[in-house]
């Protein structure tokens, strides 16, 4: 069964950093496509970013542009979500989850596009 275990949540002030880490089991990110959501209780999950098995990126929303950066290391099995000037709109549950997609990322940041999530990693930014 596949498994994908989020970690490197919690508290930080507004402005600082947070690296999140996507650990897998069950699958290898060589061949796989795996996105970075948040939600908010009450709010839709919110697709952020994608990376492709073959490292090719896609950005689904314009507010994390320029602080946030989605990366990979295959013989580590981890996605990372390096996270920069952090603001109070980015309190969330954090999640990953592989693509429905073989190998890419889909166009769309939809949650329907994705399988297998994590329990999440809760992030929490303060004044």
């Known amino acids: 069964e596949v498994q994908l275990v989020e970690s490197g949540g919690g508290l930080v002030q507004a402005g600082g950093s947070l690296r999140l880490s996507c650990a897998a089991s069950?699958?290898?990110?060589?061949?796989?496509?795996i996105g970075w959501f948040r939600q908010v209780p009450g709010k839709r999950r919110e697709g952020l970013l994608c990376?492709?098995?073959?490292?090719?990126?896609?950005n689904y929303v314009d507010s994390v542009k320029g602080r946030f950066t989605i990366s990979k290391d295959n013989d580590k099995n981890t996605v990372y979500l390096q996270m920069n000037s952090l603001g109070h709109e980015e309190t969330a549950v954090y999640y990953c989850?592989?693509?429905?997609?073989?190998?890419?990322?889909?166009?769309?940041?939809?949650?329907?596009?994705?399988?297998?999530w994590g329990r999440g990693t809760e992030v929490t930014v303060s004044s």
């Open positions: 990376i492709s098995s073959s490292y090719y990126t896609t």
């Open positions: 989850a592989r693509t429905v997609l073989v190998s890419r990322c889909p166009e769309s940041g939809s949650p329907l596009l994705y399988y297998f």
């Open positions: 069950g699958i290898t990110f060589e061949d796989w496509a």
